[in-house]
């Protein structure tokens, strides 16, 4: 791959990252206020979680990718420290939020691990995958082998609940899986168990059986512990979140002028900034962040077909991803083309955890491009020296 792509993309996260400040410092006033007493107490934490993010970038996209290949330690070290942080979430080290055992505190920072299953799963699954080689093919591991890397951290991750990180793990996973060969059939096995215990998980809890009735348009009642009132109450949300949309227009109602960050979206500078960006920008922020986060994609599909090998592509297809899904899936429950979940927006919504993890995936593309450049060189230098 050529330099100027690697700039490229960088330059892509950059205005991201530019962006995503500007609309937190505005769409967090409220909030930081209520809360905090400080108009700015989101925005200047956000800022700490940046420079950690960007210095990890730097760490992770300075070491050759091929270290959690060629040295398993590594990688098989960075997988059990993430499960058992999945484990510590819950009592008695944990502790429940909105019904939730998804965080560890430390000190003033909530730690998510949920965050860092997701690349985990990509690491393991790409050192796994590119070991087995031929024998992918066959069940043993192309099938239950990867299955395994699956569902021991996406199991304690549903338990949380967390479904959303649940299904990035799982469809991240699956796309590395595709990406290295393993048989269509043994995919879709793994995809209708998944999607039956989506199913059941959905049916057997009140609240998802409401946002899913509140997606859908259910106005009648629907069961006794499913109303149209409970639908009424999870579309909450999205309802206020498609106000702000309405209430922009090409340019936008201004900076810092939004209507709904005023506490009519709780969610304001979290899961539902886009919207307040929407708001406040227009329709011309909208289609850019669409258009950044398909550059980003497309920029990071050209690293991983200029890969010097089958591991760099599968990391760089992985990670490229867990950040593009992420956005495309906010940015759909945002608009209330897909149902009420709980995800953010990278480089966007506020938080550590997942401002981390992205620059970690952001660094390990720029790994892939780095080195693999450098192998090629380092390559056509042997031919022209041996001729």
């Not at 970038?57 to 058992?84: E, G, H, K, Q, T």
């Not at 209708?192 to 409401?210: D, E, Q």
């Not at 759909?332 to 550590?352: E, H, I, Q, R």
């Amino acid at each position: 791959m050529r330099k100027s792509a690697l700039y490229a993309f960088g330059l892509v996260v950059a205005v991201l990252v530019a962006l995503g400040l500007v609309v937190l410092s505005s769409a967090s006033e409220a909030n930081g206020i209520r809360i905090y007493n400080d108009a700015y107490h989101f925005i200047k934490r956000q800022f700490i979680y940046l420079v950690g993010g960007v210095l990890l970038c730097v760490l992770v996209a300075s070491i050759d990718y091929r270290i959690w290949r060629d040295v398993p330690f590594f990688s098989w070290l960075f997988y059990a420290v993430v499960f058992i942080l999945l484990l510590a979430v819950f009592p008695p080290l944990g502790r429940a939020i909105n019904g939730s055992y998804r965080w560890i505190a430390l000190g003033p920072v909530n730690l998510q691990p949920s965050e860092f299953a997701k690349l985990a799963v990509v690491i393991m699954l790409a050192v796994w995958l590119d070991k087995v080689s031929w024998k992918i093919e066959l069940i043993k591991y192309g099938l239950i082998g990867s299955a395994i890397i699956i569902g021991v951290l996406a199991l304690p991750v549903m338990l949380e609940p967390d479904f959303g990180s649940t299904m990035v793990i799982g469809l991240s996973g699956m796309l590395v899986m595709f990406v290295a060969g393993v048989k269509i059939l043994h995919l879709a096995s793994i995809g209708l168990l998944g999607g039956a215990i989506f199913v059941y998980k959905v049916i057997t809890n009140a609240n998802r059986m409401a946002r899913m009735a509140a997606f859908v348009g259910v106005k009648l009642d629907i069961g006794a512990e499913v109303s149209s009132a409970a639908a009424e109450r999870a579309s909450y949300q999205s309802d206020q979140a498609l106000v702000a949309i309405k209430n922009s227009n090409i340019w936008g109602v201004g900076l810092t002028q939004s209507m709904q960050k005023n506490l009519y979206l709780p969610e304001n500078h979290t899961d539902f900034i886009f919207a307040i960006g929407a708001e406040e920008l227009g329709i011309i922020f909208s289609l850019g962040v669409l258009l950044l986060y398909i550059a980003f994609f497309a920029l990071a599909l050209g690293v991983a077909r200029s890969a010097a090998d089958r591991f760099g592509k599968f990391l760089v297809y992985g990670m490229a991803f867990i950040v593009f899904f992420q956005a495309m899936f906010n940015i759909g429950v945002v608009c209330d083309a897909f149902p009420t979940k709980g995800m953010a927006l990278p480089f966007f919504s506020y938080g550590g955890t997942n401002m981390m993890t992205s620059f970690f995936a952001v660094g390990t593309i720029l790994s892939v491009g780095i080195h693999s450049r450098r192998e090629k060189k380092r390559e056509r230098l042997r031919k022209i020296l041996a001729n």
